[in-house]
């Protein structure tokens, strides 16, 4: 089905600066015939009846309802029966399955690592996350700039799947920095990097561990200038630090967060982090602290326990998916690594618990949790498939399956400027959608059962695009 290319070129040309509080998102193009191979729903009106919603507000789930999408977008959510469609409405009747938001993802890179490997997953990172119900990204840290911005090009004009793209540039970090990163030499050096990447396009930027307060400072200074927004994955700046340098978002939560750590240095990474956040009571005032900094500057968190949780003893064991995603030669060096922890110890279940409670204490102050997989570490968290974990995971706290299916898909959407567009099953936004088969709120493992994917009201069959992935993940 054509859509108004007039009006999608209309919407590009008077967009808005970036630094405008919402960002506009461009329309759906023509599609290539590698994207149609995915395609099962593609209708101007299409009624999935008899359904329940999740709608990512938080709400209570409802059952028996109908979303009726028009164009691209949700014309109506309502109880199956009131919900009116026209003649030629394709109707899908969904009883047995709930729809929620199509995930937002915040910390979901296009590269992959395990102990052994980098791999920029221009191929294979893409349809996962689709087919994860994934349906946009912000890349949180890029090993190849290009590929990133590149690939963004391609999903928005129709040559290849994929979720919308937020994308972020290189990391910025300091001098003991990993050698794939922009090793920064000063608050002047930040700056020409900010203001290069800005120029080339990335939406935000994400400052990494051995960065300086100055640098920091410097580069969120440039950054926004030019309407771009930074977060962290931090260590020698601690979160309030972050806070009074003018950060937007800060990656992982706890077991990076430097604020309580006594024996650190100015400006330097602390082995002792992990051992000072231990003992840490959530309702103490240091805890508490850092919380009101945060809230009262707006700064929102990431959550990505997925990553985390792969360092755990007892919790390193490789689903049959995963293992079915992965080439042969990356599985033996995940399953290597895993084995390592089992032997050698990594994070305790207690420290694990402890991040969890953090987040949880975190909501409960005000503050604003998204979530994001991290695909990196030793690589047994796979894009789309790790989102779908932490959904998971976050219900081992106190959190409810509604309360968690916002974090992991409204409040990404917040966090991106984009809510008035996606990010909840309300009328008006657009159709980014997930059906999945069973009941998520009584089931958790019910989150992996994506049977459609709808970005923009085009349906995406899951089981083909997770097929075209099969044995290639560590590859491309
Ligand atoms: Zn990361």
Request: contains cysteine; negative net charge; hydrophobic residues 40%.
């Amino acid at each position: 089905m054509k859509r108004s290319l007039l009006g999608a070129v209309l919407i590009l040309t008077l967009a808005m600066p970036a630094s405008a509080a919402m960002q506009q998102l461009p329309e759906r193009p023509e599609f290539s015939a590698e994207v149609m191979r995915y395609v099962g729903y593609d209708a101007p009106e299409i009624a999935l009846t008899n359904v329940r919603v999740v709608d990512g507000t938080g709400a209570a789930a409802r059952e028996n309802q109908t979303i009726l999408i028009r164009d691209g977008r949700i014309a109506e959510v309502g109880d199956a029966g009131t919900v009116r469609m026209g003649t030629n409405a394709e109707v899908v009747d969904l009883a047995g399955h709930t729809v929620i938001p199509g995930l937002v993802g915040l910390h979901d890179h296009s590269y992959y690592t395990t102990s052994a490997r980098a791999v920029q997953m221009s191929y294979t990172g893409p349809r996962l996350y689709l087919a994860a119900g994934v349906t946009t990204i912000r890349t949180t840290g890029s090993q190849e700039p290009y590929a990133e911005i590149n690939l963004k090009k391609d999903i928005e004009s129709g040559r290849a799947p994929g979720p919308r793209m937020f994308v972020t540039g290189p990391y910025l970090t300091g001098e003991n920095g990993a050698p794939s990163m922009a090793q920064l030499t000063g608050p002047d050096h930040a700056r020409r990097v900010v203001k290069y990447w800005a120029e080339e396009g990335v939406d935000w930027l994400k400052a990494y561990t051995w960065i300086s307060r100055a640098e920091l400072a410097a580069a969120i200074d440039e950054a926004h200038k030019h309407g771009v927004k930074v977060t962290a994955h931090l260590c020698s700046v601690s979160f309030q630090e972050a806070v009074e340098a003018g950060i937007d978002n800060i990656e992982h939560g706890l077991l990076t967060n430097s604020d309580y750590d006594e024996t650190r240095e100015p400006d330097a990474c602390s082995p002792n982090l992990m051992a000072s956040v231990a003992e840490l009571d959530m309702t103490g005032e240091e805890v508490q602290a850092t919380f009101r900094a945060m809230n009262e500057a707006g700064v929102s968190m990431t959550s990505t326990p997925v990553v985390f949780e792969m360092f755990v003893p007892g919790r390193t064991a490789m689903d049959d998916r995963t293992r079915a995603a992965l080439s042969p030669e990356a599985a033996e060096e995940v399953e290597a690594a895993a084995a390592q922890i089992e032997e050698r110890g990594g994070i305790s279940e207690e420290l694990f618990q402890q991040a969890l409670r953090y987040e949880y204490a975190f909501v409960q102050s005000g503050g604003l949790l998204a979530a994001g997989v991290d695909p990196t570490g030793y690589g047994l968290a796979l894009p789309g498939y790790g989102d779908q974990r932490n959904f998971e995971i976050l219900l081992e706290t106190d959190f409810t399956p509604e309360e968690v299916v916002q974090i992991i898909t409204a409040n990404g959407a917040k966090i991106l400027g984009i809510y008035d567009e996606v990010g909840s099953i309300e009328a008006g936004k657009l159709a980014d959608l997930v059906v999945l088969e069973g009941n998520p709120v009584a089931t958790p493992s019910d989150i992996r059962n994506v049977r459609w994917v709808f970005k923009d009201g085009v349906g995406y069959d899951a089981a083909k695009l997770t097929e075209a992935i099969a044995g290639r993940v560590g590859r491309s």
